[in-house]
């Protein structure tokens, strides 16, 4: 029997994994950054709304696992080994990491997409996922669908349209 197709919606700072034929969604990405990880063989997949850069930044003592680039690309790759996926066989896919207001002086503190950007890139790096596709930067918001029967990535803004990754 043919499993259903469901649209499941990943909030802010969280993440979901889930198998063909189902779509991951996440709206909203300013400068955060979304992270898709995908197994083709498995046709498994999940997706994290990163909000920050770096756990250690986090003020609580109970971290968010989905908030941080860190927590929320090793969370995925945990669910995904749950689900079966050869980790070989892991490629990732992103998008957001918006500048989305502009600020006098140009402190590397404010500019939080490109941030997000990098530790995303250097924490799947980390884990010898490949990046194969990118949608980052500019100053505009950005909807994401990651379809887990084709790999495709679709990314929807106001003013740029709908591209496929």
């Not at 590397?108 to 996922?129: C, F, P, Q, T, W």
């Amino acid at each position: 029997m043919l499993k259903d197709k469901s649209v499941i919606k990943v909030g802010m700072a969280e993440l979901s994994v889930s198998k063909s034929p189902d779509t991951l969604k996440t709206t909203g990405l300013g400068s955060c950054v979304g992270v898709c990880v995908y197994d083709a063989k498995a046709k498994v997949g999940g997706m994290a709304h990163v909000m920050l850069p770096d756990s250690k930044s986090a003020r609580q003592a109970t971290t968010v696992i989905g908030k941080y680039s860190d927590t929320a690309i090793n969370e995925l790759l945990k669910r995904l080994s749950d689900l079966g996926v050869n980790r070989k066989n892991l490629i990732a896919k992103i998008a957001g990491g918006a500048q989305m207001f502009s600020f006098a002086g140009g402190s590397e503190i404010m500019k939080i997409g490109h941030r997000n950007i990098e530790a995303v890139k250097e924490d799947l790096l980390k884990h010898s996922i490949r990046l194969v596709a990118e949608d980052v930067g500019g100053n505009y918001g950005r909807t994401i669908e990651f379809d887990l029967d084709t790999g495709d990535l679709s990314i929807r803004s106001v003013d740029n349209g709908t591209k496929i990754l």
